[in-house]
C-alpha cells in the first residue's frame, strides 16, 4: 500500500459532499464524483489513518467473482472486471496506469452433499442469465481437469474462469485516490466525531481536531467502523468487524497447474498465488464480532483447522510452509451479508455505504459509481440498486445470496 500524505485539516468550512473512509469504498465514490460531467461540487474525504495499514482494503485476498446466486451481485462483479481490464481507458487514458489483467484461474465451489450440489445448480442458471460461463463439474470431471484433488466426498463442483481471479486492488485503489485528489478532492488525515442532525438531516460535521465542517451530504464509508458513524447521526445500522486469517505457504511439491481459488465445503478456501506459493483463509467456528484494534493471530488456527482441511483436499500440500499469515476484518452486515446502499429514510443526506461482508473490494467499482450517481443525480443512472437499500434492514427483509464465503 502507498503511504498518503494528507494534510490534518481542511481549507473550507463547508463541503457538498463529505465522505467518511477513504478506502477503497471512499476513494472509489470521490473518483467517480470527479468523473460525472454533471458534478460541479465540492469534496472532503476524511480518512482516520492515513497509512491505511488496518483498514479492510489493506487485508483483502483482492480476488473478483461472478459466481452469485443473485443477478444483481454478478452484474456488480461483471462491471468491476471490465473496469479493470480496461482501467487506462477508464481512467481517461493517462499513460501513467498500467495494464491490470485478471488472472483468471477461477473460483471452484465443492458441494459434498446433494443439498449443496442443488444450490449449485440453482445459482448457475442465474448465473447463465446474466451472461456468466460458469460450468458444472462431476466427481470425474473435476479429476480430469485437476488431479490433484482428494474428491472422494465431493458430488458436484461450480467452476468460472473467465473473468474470475486475482487482480491488483491495491493498485487500482491507489489510482482512484491519486486522480481524485489531482482533480480537486481534498483528503484529510483526521477524524468525524460528531455529527449535527438538523430537521432536514446532518448539517455539520466535527473533526477530531475540533473544527466543525458544513455539509451538504455525508456518506459513511467506514468499512467496519460503519455502526460508529452511523450512531453519530442518531442511526443504527447491524455492521460489525469479523476477523477473518489469511495464510501464505510455500509447498514443498508445487502444484503443476494453477490452482483455482477452492471453496472447501467447510468453508476454508485456498487458491493459486504464483511460484509454489498459496494463499488460504478462513476463520474459527465461533466468529464473533470483534473490537476494531484487534489483528492479533490465533496461531492455532492453521494447525488445528486450516491446514488439515487443505492438506485432506489436496495431499500434495501435507508439506507446507507458511511464509506470512495476518488477520483483517470483514465489515459483516449480520442481516444478510450484503451491501447497504443509499440514503436513509429519515436522514435523507446521510448515505450508506456499507456492510459487504468480504465482497467489498470486487464490488468497489459499481458501488462507488452508483453513490456518485445518488449523490448527483438523486437516482441510480447504471445498475439499479435499490434492493441494497437501508428499508430493508428496518423490515427485517434479507437479501438471499446463498454464495457467501
Known amino acids: 500500500m502507498v503511504k498518503a500524505t494528507f494534510d490534518a485539516n481542511p481549507t473550507r468550512t463547508a463541503y457538498d459532499v463529505v465522505v467518511v473512509g477513504g478506502a477503497i469504498m471512499g476513494s472509489s465514490t470521490a473518483w467517480w464524483l470527479t468523473e460525472n460531467p454533471d458534478f460541479d461540487g465540492t469534496v472532503l474525504v476524511v480518512e482516520r489513518d492515513q497509512s491505511y495499514e488496518n483498514c479492510s482494503t489493506a487485508h483483502t485476498n483482492s480476488c473478483m467473482r ?31 496506469i498500467p495494464d491490470l489483467p485478471i488472472r483468471s484461474f477461477g473460483y471452484l465451489y465443492l458441494a459434498d452433499t446433494e443439498d449443496f ?5 440453482q445459482n448457475i442458471k442465474v448465473q447463465h442469465a446474466a ?31 473467465v473473468n474470475e481471479g486475482y487482480w491488483d486492488g491495491a493498485a487500482v485503489f491507489d489510482w482512484w485516490k491519486r486522480q481524485a485528489r489531482e482533480r480537486g478532492v481534498e483528503y484529510i488525515a483526521n477524524e ?35 455502526a460508529v458513524t452511523a450512531r453519530m447521526a442518531g442511526i443504527d445500522v447491524p455492521v460489525e468487524p ?5 495464510w501464505v505457504f510455500k509447498a514443498e511439491t508445487p502444484l ?17 498465488n504464483g511460484g509454489g506459493t498459496y494463499q488460504a483463509g478462513g476463520h474459527a467456528d465461533i466468529d464473533p464480532a470483534v473490537e476494531f484494534d484487534d489483528f492479533r493471530m490465533d496461531h492455532s488456527l492453521w494447525e488445528t483447522h ?14 507446507v510452509k507458511v511464509q506470512a499469515e495476518w488477520a ?45 450517481e445518488w449523490l448527483t443525480y438523486g437516482e441510480y443512472r447504471t445498475l439499479d440498486m435499490r434492493p441494497f437499500a437501508y428499508e430493508r434492514i428496518v423490515a427485517n427483509d434479507p437479501i438471499l445470496e446463498t454464495a457467501v464465503i
Request: hydrophobic fraction near 40%; charged fraction near 20%; include cysteine.
Open 117 to 121: 450440489a442443488n444450490v449449485l445448480r
Open 192 to 226: 468525524v466525531v460528531a455529527m449535527t442532525r438538523g430537521a432536514s438531516g446532518i448539517e455539520s460535521i466535527t473533526l477530531g481536531s475540533g473544527e466543525v465542517v458544513a455539509c451538504g451530504q455525508v456518506v459513511n464509508a467506514s468499512g467496519p467502523r460503519a
Open 66 to 96: 461472478q459466481q452469485f446466486s443473485t443477478e444483481l451481485n454478478v452484474r456488480i462483479s461483471q462491471f468491476a472486471a471490465d473496469f479493470v481490464t480496461n482501467i487506462r481507458e477508464r481512467m481517461g487514458g493517462d499513460d501513467r
Open 256 to 272: 503443476d497447474r494453477d490452482l483455482p481459488l477452492t471453496i472447501d465445503p467447510s468453508g476454508v478456501h485456498c487458491r493459486e
Open 328 to 372: 483483517g476484518h470483514y465489515a459483516v452486515n449480520t442481516l444478510d451479508h450484503n451491501a447497504i446502499l443509499g440514503p436513509h429514510p429519515d436522514v435523507p443526506n446521510f448515505i450508506f455505504l456499507n456492510g459487504f461482508s468480504g465482497h467489498g473490494l470486487q464490488q468497489s467499482p459499481a458501488m462507488g459509481r452508483a453513490t456518485a
Open 131 to 161: 451472461g456468466a460461463a460458469t460450468e458444472l463439474l462431476s466427481h470425474d470431471e473435476i479429476l480430469s481437469r485437476y488431479p490433484f484433488y482428494n474428491v472422494d466426498d465431493i458430488v458436484l463442483g461450480s467452476i468460472n474462469t
Open 306 to 319: 486450516v491446514w488439515p482441511i487443505i492438506a485432506t483436499r489436496i495431499p500434495a500440500f501435507e508439506a
Open 242 to 246: 469479523r476477523k477473518r486469517y489469511t
